[in-house]
């Protein structure tokens, strides 16, 4: 479309004047050219000059206006970029959950990929050195923000960029982690969602006693790296003042752990475990759940993850609803906002999922109590 659309053309003719003053005999007008109403040839010379000129002046100024505008409007929409690193397999059911959840809250704030924001994700696992190299691959291609999801990951990142813009999804204890100076002002490049506060490792505890009243010894399964862990096993030490219960801590690193310490504390009766969320055992929950199984051993999750597996029961957040919260913090930073002043969201919504089928599979009666507070029974 012209820039001149919907404006009238106007035929601007020249007058050439002699050095006199007067009219070329070129561009007289002719005869009988002026109406009878007292207008003197001079007269209207000068009117139709005056209205020429005002003519041919909001022609020009409303072509300056307007071709701003056509030439904003013929210009392609700036592309954004964005890095996610997910600290989970690729192939990991829930994980695709979480990343199309993300994907959901920015498509419902206008950020639709392949049009005005280009999604770059990244999948190691559990893998730190992994983790480390596609951190460095995603900065490399200078995102304008990028999300990252467990504390492992997000330590990664923050250690290898202090200007990239980060959203965390799904991480403890962001203070005790060093990501954030306070909850309510960042101070840095890092900013999000997080999944718990360490008061929650008293809460497992108290379930797992509900669940299993019989139990005397709590196993404790947790990354002793990791601050929320630490902080969440501190939690629950404090809860446990009964006489009648142990709570035994069970460091792991990795797979090989995992299975050498739960098939350690197996080896004696009586006994359910509490496992907490961090990457090492995210990526290892179908080893978990089948050692659980194995040893039936009544166990308290932080995740429903862990429970879809075919786990027992688990007391935490929606995970997917917090990376599509994370979306509302990606849109503002690209709108321009810092993330050192956007506050660090606490989970506003608890859930407990119990999977029915595998209290059957160890032999465990659910009491009914238990049963009716679950907002999702498995069958």
Known sequence: MSAFSGHRLVRCKCLLLTQSGHLSDAHRPVSGAFPAAGLTRHDALQRGLQMRRRDFINLLGGATFLWPLAAR???????????????????????QAGANALRTGLQNLGWIEGRNIQIDYRWPGPDAEKARTFAKELIGMSP??????????????????RTIPIVFAFVGDPIGSGFVQSLSRPGGNLTGFANFENSIGGKWLELVRELAPKAKRVGFVYCPTAAPNVGFFHAAQNAATSPRVTLIPLPVNNGIDIERNVTAFAAEPDGSLIVAPHAVTLGNRDLIDKLALRYRLPTVYSDRYFVESGGLISFGNNTPELFERAASYVDRILKGANPAELPVQLPTKFELVLNLKAAKAIGLSVPPAIISRADDVIE
């Open 73 to 95: 409007a013929q210009q392609p929409e700036r592309v954004r970029r964005l890095g996610v690193l997910m600290g989970y397999p690729e192939g990991d059911k829930q994980a």
């Open 144 to 161: 304008d923000v990028i999300v990252s999801s467990t504390n492992q990951v997000t330590a990664i990142l923050q250690q290898e960029t």
